[in-house]
């Protein structure tokens, strides 16, 4: 069984944003397949994980002694905060202490970088990338890494469509939100890097908008205290404590909403729109990162525009008669996935 070390920083639950579900999901899979071994600055309680207290570049005794004792054919390293210059920086210092493992680079976000960090990432540069961002493959391409369009995972086994035993109205009542009104949600952190003052107008058109925020949303992360008091004022719901069952939000939706422009803005694929149709709700997105690419209109049930359109749009939906919302490419692309990881690492 091939010995693969993953380094990340953390792996403690909630699991309620893109990065932490998709390295988690990463972490189960690898643990069924390879002799794992994981370096972590915070996780839960397991003989694979080795949490280690070290500065912000890795280097430690400590993380040299894992790697020396364990001695990987394969390291996995995905930061959290994606392609950084810390990040390639950390890679190599990571790399040199495994000497003789093949280094792999998960990045799920495109980053900016100064001339000069550019001009060092390029002497430092990855062996193997892996991204949904297509900007941030583009960029590996010019500098020459090797690398791939990721798709991400999606938990199937929870994100589904709502039980014939339950009703919409019943969760609505559960989360204390209008049982008549015509739902649109949005997941995700509260900062302005999300545009979501483009969801005012919706709300002013009749539909009650409810936005979800993250509970681990990184400090640097969180917008300010005016943004949600004026999502708020708008008749926005909030809801920005931590939801055991997400996946009732989204069954309880009419339409799931992305409006997202910034390419630093969300991770390459976000999550969300995966989850919102593994749930069989129609998705109205801004054409971001590599949703296209992956996703398409899958099958009719995801619209794409600018933020200018989703009013429009919205009305569009609503006179829709396609019943076919369960016809969706998510299982597809969970396959993919695992084959593209595993091809990766056992080549």
């Not at 993953?6 to 189960?28: A, Q, R, S």
């Not at 980053?111 to 960029?139: D, G």
């Not at 910034?262 to 976000?270: E, L, N």
């Amino acid at each position: 069984m091939k010995k693969v070390l993953l380094i990340t920083e953390y792996l403690n639950p909630p699991y309620d944003e893109g990065i932490k579900k998709t390295v988690f999901n990463l972490y189960n899979n690898l643990k069924s397949n390879y002799h794992l071994k994981v370096i972590s600055r915070s996780a839960f309680d397991d003989k694979s994980i080795h949490v280690v207290d070290t500065n912000a570049l890795f280097i430690s005794t400590e993380v040299k002694r894992i790697i020396k004792d364990f001695k990987p054919e394969i390291i996995l390293y995905f930061p959290f905060a994606s392609s950084t210059f810390a990040g390639y920086l950390r890679l190599k210092i990571l790399t040199y202490f495994a000497k003789g493992a093949r280094s792999i680079f998960i990045a799920l976000q495109a980053k900016k970088l100064k001339k000069w960090q550019k001009f060092i990432v390029r002497i430092i540069r990855p062996k193997y990338a892996l991204t949904p961002s297509p900007e941030l493959k583009s960029f590996w391409d010019k500098i020459n890494v090797k690398c791939e369009l990721l798709p991400l995972l999606t938990n199937l086994n929870i994100f589904k469509p709502l039980h014939k035993n339950k009703s919409k109205k019943n969760l609505r009542r559960k989360y204390n939100l209008p049982v008549d009104a015509f739902i649109i949600s949005h997941m995700g952190h509260l900062n302005e890097g999300r545009n979501l003052q483009a969801l005012i107008p919706l709300q002013k058109a009749g539909c009650q908008v409810v936005v979800v925020g993250s509970s681990s949303t990184p400090k640097d992360s969180i917008g300010p205290t005016s943004l949600k008091e004026e999502l708020l004022n708008e008749g926005i719901i909030i809801l920005d404590e931590y939801i055991e069952h997400i996946e009732e939000i989204y069954q309880l939706s009419d339409i799931y909403i992305f409006p997202v422009i910034a390419k630093t803005g969300s991770i390459g694929m976000p999550l969300s729109i995966m989850e919102a149709r593994a749930c069989g709700i129609p998705v109205l997105t801004t054409d971001f990162g590599s949703l296209k690419t992956f996703l398409d209109s899958d099958s009719g049930n995801i619209y794409y525009s600018e933020p200018e359109g989703f009013c429009k749009l919205v009305k569009q939906i609503k006179k829709d008669t396609n019943t076919n919302r369960l016809n969706t490419k998510v299982h597809e692309l969970n396959e993919e996935y695992l084959k593209i990881i595993h091809n990766t690492i056992n080549t």
